[in-house]
């Protein structure tokens, strides 16, 4: 479907939060670097995963075995890693992912030899300074279309240390952690100014550290990386995805009794803090071994300062509307570089349904109002936007028709699914 319009209604029930994304990227990838067999649980085929895996299908990974565990229902891949990185094809296309592009990058770079990494959409423009830096100091050989992709590799990763800006993104910092590890000395990255998005990071040293990898952590300013290590073969089960459980808890807020399952309330994930951001703003929210129980709640608006977890700003964009007072989004200005430029078509779209939003250079101020009116918004298509768009569906006093609403597959497929078994009532709309 690609238009759909959604008739006002109230959400409620339980609903399974789908694997995290960050963590599906980060297993595959290091299932693929050890030597041996690995099965990961509970993946989803998100467009974002599937590019992922054709990636590092082109460095020498072999799919074993793709199925569902009949007792659990969850879906599960076994991959056959060699251990070392070769070339199986010389083209990578990373559709619209951003952490497959990055991730895969310097991996390339350790083989040496020539690749070509292709995207489409907004992935085509998003930035790789921070690896031009490096492949200049090192004498990496690189081309690209007037800075876009396609852009083409050739040479070989030498260890030494490496700076990073750690206010352009996180992705850099993760990529390099892959690949330094495979080299045949030490190497150290540096990084130049505060570090946002530390929860990726570590979520990324974890996972190493899982698959026998070890990164020494100096205070997020400096990261030791040991030269060669080996990768080793795991089982792992992927834990649910708290920056696509943002969007139910956000709805549970505005509806009724929503119940979130499979989050570990242990989780490094940086997104976990969406539940301290709607606490803060008085949501009613119960934390049980593993559930969490989201009740309507009548918000206020705060100070939400996104530098840490710039995936939330669309969604917490539409809590703000809907909440008492002023909220106010600030640190925000890498979120113009996603999918779409987040804050412009955040605002745009919620402005156009009756919401009250200033865009601001690198954020959003936001008075709340008691409802939205409905009408016809875009995706602009990015996910998350058509996700958060789908949520202030249920506030709309008219039904909402979303342009572009096929965006979703990007990360989270089964989205208009769960919407409507939570009482969301869609039909697909064909805009003549």
């Known amino acids: 479907m690609s238009h759909i319009q959604i008739r006002p209604s109230i959400l409620k029930g339980n609903i399974n939060i789908p694997p995290s994304k960050s963590l599906s990227h ?14 990961m649980e509970n993946i989803i085929f998100s467009d974002d995963i599937i590019a992922t895996l054709e990636g590092m299908k082109s460095f020498g990974m072999e799919v074993v075995d793709i199925a569902t565990d009949p007792n659990t229902n969850r879906s599960y891949i076994t991959v056959e890693g060699k251990g070392e990185l070769t070339k199986r094809a010389e083209t990578i296309h990373c559709k619209e992912s951003g952490s497959t592009l990055r991730f ?21 423009e998003r ?12 004498e990496i050989k690189y081309s690209n279309i007037a800075g876009k992709l396609p852009l083409t590799i050739e040479g070989k990763l030498k260890p030494g240390t490496f700076e990073l800006e750690g206010n352009i993104s996180s992705q850099f910092i993760t990529g390099l952690m892959f690949a330094l590890p495979l080299l ?22 974890d996972i190493l550290n899982k698959y026998s990898i070890k990164i020494i952590n100096d205070n997020y300013y400096r990261f030791y990386v040991p030269g060669n290590q080996k990768y080793k073969p795991l089982d792992y089960i992927v834990e649910g995805d708290f920056s696509q459980a943002a969007f139910w808890i956000v709805a549970g807020i505005l509806n009724e009794d929503i119940v979130l399952k499979g989050l570990n309330i242990n989780s490094l994930q940086g997104d976990k803090e969406i539940l301290d951001i709607v606490n803060r703003m008085g949501a009613n ?27 939330l700003v ?5 809590l703000g509307a809907l909440s008492k007072g002023r909220t106010e989004i600030i640190n925000a200005q890498r979120v113009r570089i996603k999918e779409s430029d987040r804050l412009m078509a955040i605002s745009k779209e919620l402005n156009r349904i009756g919401a009250d939003i200033v865009e601001t250079n690198e954020g959003l101020i936001i008075n709340g109002v008691k409802s939205l009116s409905g009408g016809i918004v875009d995706s602009w298509n990015d996910h998350r936007i058509a996700m958060a768009l789908a949520i202030a569906s249920t506030k709309c006093k008219e039904p909402l028709i979303i342009k572009n609403s096929h965006v979703v597959n990007k990360s989270y497929p089964g989205f208009w699914q769960d919407f409507m078994s939570l009482g969301g009532i869609i039909n697909e709309w064909n805009m003549g």
């Open 104 to 124: 895969l990058i310097p991996l390339a770079c350790v083989v040496g030899e020539r690749f070509k990494l292709e995207g489409k959409g907004k992935l085509v």
């Open 285 to 311: 929210i119960i934390k049980k071994s593993e559930d969490i129980i989201v009740k309507n709640s009548q918000t206020n608006g705060i100070v939400i300062d996104a530098s840490q977890w710039p995936d």
């Open 314 to 318: 669309p969604v917490l964009a539409v």
């Open 26 to 39: 980060r297993a595959i990838i290091c299932a693929a670097l050890a030597k041996g067999r690995s099965k």
């Open 184 to 205: 045949y000395e030490d190497s150290v990255i540096e990084i130049t100014t505060e570090l946002e998005s530390k929860g990726y990071i570590d979520l990324t040293i």
């Open 127 to 138: 930035p790789l300074t921070s690896y031009y830096n490096i492949f200049d100091k090192q």
